[in-house]
């Protein structure tokens, strides 16, 4: 069973911080929106019930997209750290590896080496599908899903209850979308394994991340906004 302790935060101490505090009550926000994605990930996988089944396959890929947009986000806040010497010597003060993980995260950000793949598979993600319903994108999805796929037929379920309802149509139209006209996957038998793969892609990121804001954000506290 997983230990927890209660800190208490002075959050006038935090607000007397400036840009430094408000770097780390942003990340704060950051962590707890990604781990409550992440939770509604893993009720959506463990869920087995019948009556859910047609909603399970869409929502299980709105809270990837989900993640993978606050990811975006958050890392954009990571890299605000580098302008404060005072976060960088704190980083120094962490236990180990919390450096490393920082490290590994500004790879990701503006300039690093893995810049490009980030871009790819989490940036796009974020600025065509998940906050935007981007227009000539989902029309190339829904216009490739067509020809290929002709007259099949597609599902929606109606139900009384409009949290049972689902349009599955939509769905498909997203993973066309994500799959093949986001991150390039080509259509054939393989390209749900690629998919995971990319997904894995951003879940290692999601792991770094939380496990360098929160050693980062509890010894703060401990140094600076401590009641």
Same mark, same amino acid.
């Given at each position: 069973?997983?230990?927890?302790?209660?800190?208490?935060?002075?959050?006038?101490?935090?607000?007397?911080?400036?840009?430094?505090?408000?770097?780390?009550?942003?990340?704060?926000?950051?962590?707890?929106?990604?781990?409550?994605?992440?939770?509604?990930?893993?009720?959506?996988?463990?869920?087995?019930?019948?009556?859910?089944?047609?909603?399970?396959?869409?929502?299980?890929?709105?809270?990837?997209?989900?993640?993978?947009?606050?990811?975006?986000?958050?890392?954009?806040?990571?890299?605000?750290?580098?302008?404060?010497?005072?976060?960088?010597?704190?980083?120094?003060?962490?236990?180990?590896?919390?450096?490393?993980?920082? *490290?590994?995260?500004?790879?990701? /950000? #503006?300039?690093? +080496?893995?810049? =490009?793949?980030?871009?790819?598979?989490?940036? $796009?993600?974020?600025?065509?599908?998940?906050?935007?319903?981007?227009?000539?994108?989902?029309?190339?999805?829904?216009?490739?899903?067509?020809?290929?796929?002709?007259?099949?037929?597609?599902?929606?379920?109606?139900?009384?209850?409009?949290?049972?309802?689902?349009?599955?149509?939509?769905?498909?139209?997203?993973?066309?979308?994500?799959?093949?006209?986001?991150?390039?996957?080509?259509?054939? *038998?393989?390209?749900?394994?690629? /998919? #995971?793969?990319? +997904?894995?892609? =951003?879940?290692?990121?999601?792991?770094?991340? $939380?496990?360098?804001?929160?050693?980062?954000?509890?010894?703060?506290?401990?140094?600076?906004?401590?009641?």
């Amino acid at each position: 069973m997983a230990r927890t302790r209660t800190l208490l935060v002075n959050i006038r101490k935090l607000d007397r911080q400036g840009g430094v505090g408000l770097i780390v009550l942003r990340l704060m926000m950051a962590c707890n929106d990604l781990t409550t994605a992440n939770q509604a990930l893993g009720a959506c996988l463990e869920d087995k019930c019948e009556k859910t089944a047609c909603i399970r396959r869409g929502a299980t890929m709105y809270f990837v997209r989900l993640q993978m947009a606050h990811l975006h986000e958050a890392l954009k806040i990571v890299a605000e750290i580098r302008g404060y010497q005072s976060l960088l010597g704190l980083i120094d003060d962490c236990p180990g590896g919390t450096s490393d993980r920082f *490290a590994q995260l500004l790879s990701f /950000a #503006d300039g690093g +080496a893995l810049r =490009g793949d980030f871009k790819k598979y989490v940036k $796009l993600v974020r600025d065509k599908v998940t906050f935007h319903y981007d227009r000539e994108k989902i029309q190339a999805a829904l216009s490739d899903r067509a020809r290929r796929r002709g007259d099949a037929p597609h599902l929606m379920t109606v139900a009384d209850d409009i949290r049972r309802a689902r349009f599955q149509v939509a769905d498909d139209a997203v993973d066309t979308l994500v799959c093949h006209h986001v991150w390039g996957i080509a259509p054939g *038998a393989d390209t749900h394994i690629e /998919a #995971d793969r990319i +997904a894995n892609f =951003g879940f290692r990121i999601y792991k770094i991340f $939380l496990e360098f804001a929160s050693t980062f954000i509890e010894r703060y506290v401990e140094k600076n906004a401590a009641s």
